[in-house]
Antibody, heavy 125, light 111 residues
Framework: EVQLVESGGGLVQPGRSLRLSCAAS????????MNWVRQAPGKGLEWVSG????????GYADSVKGRFTISRDNAKNSLYLQMNSLRAEDSAFYYC??????????????????WGQGTLVTVSS | QSALTQPASVSGSPGQSITISCTGT?????????VSWYQHHPGKAPKLMIY???NRPSGISNRFSASKSGNTASLTISGLQAEDEAEYYC???????????FGGGTKLTVL
């Protein structure tokens, strides 16, 4: 059974940093692109960042580009999101999400079949 | 990188059919057949209902169907059931980030 467990969320002041982690199990982590998707309270889902199975392809939403950095450690079955210069509008539940197809080259993560339970990030003074 | 455009809400009675639209641009929906649809019940993980425009994953009811024309994709749910009441999101591959972009979500109410 696929399990994705996020951690690292919390309350942080504007301008500060936070690092999210996602521990994966139940599948061959290194075969799949992974993503971070967020949902602010009362708002819709927003794709934040994605990384291909081999880390060769990385993408960011315009809203976080230059501030957030995604990475993965396939040996540790882990996905990370380094969030710097946090803003109030970054407050949301952050979900780790797995591509449905392994070794996808074209259109990575164009379909997602597994999600974590989310970790809450609150940016406030 | 604007979100794909979905109606905020749709509604229908049990047994009826409804269609949710998802409008993008030539950088995403209009050019690439990588449109997916997700069902999201509050407090639960989103569920993949359709991938690559009109394909259903194993276990998804054939009451769910989808299509695409030009820059607009559509999800149709036939024979509405109470458990279909949820938020529905479309996504598409986009050249703007070489990954995906979400629609704003559509709240389906089963009357």
């Amino acid at each position: 059974e696929v399990q994705l467990v996020e951690s690292g969320g919390g309350l942080v002041q504007p301008g500060r940093s936070l690092r999210l982690s996602c521990a994966a199990s139940g599948f061959t982590f290194g075969d799949y692109a992974m993503n971070w998707v967020r949902q602010a309270p009362g708002k819709g889902l927003e794709w934040v960042s994605g990384i291909s199975w081999n880390s060769a392809g990385i993408g960011y939403a315009d809203s976080v580009k230059g501030r957030f950095t995604i990475s993965r450690d396939n040996a540790k079955n882990s996905l990370y999101l380094q969030m710097n210069s946090l803003r109030a509008e970054d407050s949301a539940f952050y979900y780790c999400a797995k591509d449905s197809e392994p070794f996808r080259i074209a259109a990575p993560s164009s379909s997602i079949d597994s999600w974590g339970q989310g970790t809450l990030v609150t940016v406030s003074s | 990188q604007s979100a794909l455009t979905q109606p905020a809400s749709v509604s229908g009675s049990p047994g009826q059919s409804i269609t949710i639209s998802c409008t993008g641009t030539s950088s995403d929906v209009g050019t690439y057949d990588y449109v997916s649809w997700y069902q999201h019940h509050p407090g639960k993980a989103p569920k993949l209902m359709i991938y690559e425009v009109n394909n259903r994953p194993s276990g998804i009811s054939n009451r769910f169907s989808a299509s695409k024309s030009g820059n607009t994709a559509s999800l149709t749910i036939s024979g509405l059931q109470a458990e279909d009441e949820a938020e529905y999101y479309c996504t598409s591959y986009t050249t703007s980030n070489n990954f995906v972009i979400f629609g704003g979500g559509t709240k389906l109410t089963v009357l």
